[in-house]
């Protein structure tokens, strides 16, 4: 199999060809999303909570992220992978390029951070030294405590103008990709327009070049509280290969995010 790189995602911006992710935080799963067609792959800190069973992603480290990424890349050689670098590991620009070398060392092929225009000179300083970055946007998980619970972000008129200025900053600072989460849809719109690389939602509306869901998410393991945004694919759907390929069916159809999932 042709392995994806960020070049097809562009591609598939400029041809309006959306497109579905997941989360993997092992190689069974991972060989698995591969064979039914999905390209991208991002091993999250979300692991603190789907697999650690922690109520946030902050105890996360960068040697879990490593471990859970070698098993990815293992299961799934063709997927454009991509690595959270976790809770305070891109503190500053040099501990950013310490610890995202350990994840593309692991297999990644490009690492993730959460953060507006603060962010620049990390993600300057990263992809002058060959490491391709996707920011992260919205209500990014790691500033849980700041934020004072899941929220929605961007809803009013000045975050909205703050988090459009901040993903046009990180464009030029160098990112590849970006991810943009539970933010009013609208916004969503302006941000996925106003950029050249592609931007993949998860709660974000079906106005993004793609989508992304936590594995567990696609599949009903939810734990409880069930985000707004996320669909349960197994329970219609019945096998685990049948629900990854209708998730990609939906996304590609933009069937899925419906309005239901969406926030106004
Ligand atoms: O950690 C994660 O799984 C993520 C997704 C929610 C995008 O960052």
């Avoid at 991509?82 to 297999?107: I, V």
Wanted: aromatic letters at 6%; glycine letters at 8%.
């Amino acid at each position: 199999m042709k392995p994806t790189t960020v070049t097809h995602l562009r591609q598939w911006k400029q041809e309006q060809r959306k497109f579905a992710s997941l989360t993997a935080y092992d190689a069974s799963f991972a060989k698995l999303f591969e064979e039914q067609g999905v390209k991208v792959l991002l091993v999250g800190d979300s692991l603190g909570m789907t697999l650690q069973g922690h109520d946030s992603t902050l105890p996360v480290t960068v040697a879990d992220v490593a471990y859970h990424t070698r098993a990815v890349r293992r299961g799934a050689p063709a997927c454009l992978l991509l690595a959270d670098l976790p809770f305070m590991s891109y503190a500053t620009p040099q501990l950013a390029c310490t610890n995202a070398a350990e994840l593309m060392q692991a297999g990644a092929n490009m690492v993730k951070l959460e953060g507006g225009s603060w962010l620049c000179e990390t993600v300057k300083m990263l992809t002058e030294r060959a490491v391709p970055v996707c920011g992260h946007l919205g209500l990014t998980p790691q500033s849980v405590n700041v934020f004072g619970g899941y929220k929605v972000q961007g809803r009013d008129e000045l975050a909205a103008k703050q988090l459009l200025e901040d993903a046009q900053n990180l464009e030029l600072a160098g990112i590849q990709v970006l991810v943009l989460e539970c933010v009013p849809t609208e916004l969503a719109r302006k941000v996925t327009e106003a950029l050249t690389i592609p931007v993949i939602g998860i709660g974000a509306g079906n106005v993004t070049d793609g989508q992304i869901l936590v594995m567990h998410d696609a599949f009903g393991i939810t734990g409880g509280h069930t985000p707004k945004f996320a669909k349960n694919f197994l329970a219609q759907s019945g096998d685990i290969r049948s629900a990854v390929q209708q998730y990609i069916q939906d996304v590609e159809q933009g069937i899925y995010p419906a309005e239901e999932h969406s926030f106004n």
